[in-house]
């Protein structure tokens, strides 16, 4: 079975500095998908980031960008330029490639932004 | 596009009564998986849809039940309420063309339960 680990609970960063989040996997898979989402206190789930697991360039979305281990199964999400709006709980996902949309979160880490 | 809609957004019900939860994907997504999220087991995978096909579900007892319906939205329903199934239930939906699924799924706002 499939397993997500987030071992920050709690993290904060000062407005305009850089923070990372960590995320390690566990999974026979050889090819799959790893995502992060955001979830601000409104509780919308929003996508952040995705990697493809056969992908060996590392994602980034505008401030935000990955890195993707995959023989150290491990998934980090780097955020630059910190905003006070990046205040967020923040998952990591994994999902197998095939034939299922069954997403298996960590546990989250609770990002606090300060001014 | 308009986004995923879920219906109610907040339900109070009482121990031993049945709720139905309804969520709407985005135009055009085929399928649907639900989540219930709590403070002590975080966010946990029910069930998926596809074409009005169950094709995934997770570790909840039969009290939990969906469907989905020809136009793709999606119903849930949980009967013989207990205390532990207040939380939080996200829907998400993706657009899965024929057997490839697609990979990113985006969710509604959520319908939060309170079981008392």
């Known amino acids: 079975a499939q397993t997500v680990t987030q071992s920050q609970p709690e993290m904060s960063v000062q407005e305009a500095e850089t923070v990372t989040l960590s995320c390690t996997y566990d999974t026979s898979e050889s090819n799959y998908y790893l995502f992060w989402y955001k979830q601000p206190p409104s509780r919308q789930m929003i996508l952040v980031i995705r990697q493809e697991a056969y992908k060996q360039q590392n994602a980034t979305e505008n401030r935000f960008s990955v890195n993707f281990q995959k023989a150290a199964k491990s998934f980090s999400l780097k955020i630059s330029d910190s905003q006070l709006g990046d205040t967020a709980m923040y998952f990591c996902a994994f999902m197998k490639s095939r034939n299922t949309d069954k997403l298996i979160f960590g546990t989250g880490t609770r990002l606090q932004v300060f001014p | 596009k308009a986004g995923v809609t879920q219906t109610p957004r907040y339900l109070i019900k009482t121990r031993g009564q049945q709720v139905t939860l309804s969520c709407s994907p985005i135009?055009?997504?085929?399928?649907v998986s639900w989540y219930q999220q709590t403070p002590g087991q975080g966010l946990q995978f029910l069930f998926e849809y596809f074409s009005e096909t169950q094709r995934n579900k997770g570790n909840f007892p039969g009290r939990f039940s969906g469907r989905q319906f020809s136009n793709s939205r999606s119903e849930m329903n949980v009967s013989t309420l207990e205390l532990g199934d207040s939380a939080l239930y996200l829907c998400?939906?993706?657009?899965?063309?024929?057997?490839?699924?697609?990979?990113?799924?985006?969710f509604g706002p959520g319908t939060r339960l309170l079981v008392l």
């Open positions: 135009s055009g997504h085929r399928s």
């Open positions: 998400a939906s993706s657009l899965a063309e024929g057997i490839k699924y697609q990979e990113t799924q985006y």
